[in-house]
């Protein structure tokens, strides 16, 4: 496998960019922290404390956001 040593954007932590399913970041839930970061306006949580369900609801409000952009007529 090919490596390439990056930092995460979320926890800062090095890891392999091409072992990561979830690049730039090192993990799902460095990448749900983010989104849950821009989110953050509409839904007002601790984002680097997100329990199993919260990232669940993340998941679900970024899944309605990019909805809502496919049909943005
Ligand atoms: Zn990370």
């Avoid at 730039?24 to 849950?36: A, K, N, T």
Wanted: net charge negative; charged share 35%.
């Amino acid at each position: 496998m090919k490596k390439l040593e990056v930092t995460c954007p979320t926890c800062k932590k090095k890891f392999n960019y091409y072992a990561s399913d979830f690049r730039p970041f090192c993990s799902e839930r460095c990448r749900l922290i983010d989104l849950g970061q821009w989110l953050n306006e509409s839904y007002s949580v601790p984002v680097e404390k997100l329990s199993d369900e919260e990232v669940q609801t993340l998941e679900q409000l970024v899944h309605e956001k990019n909805t809502e952009e496919e049909n943005d007529d």
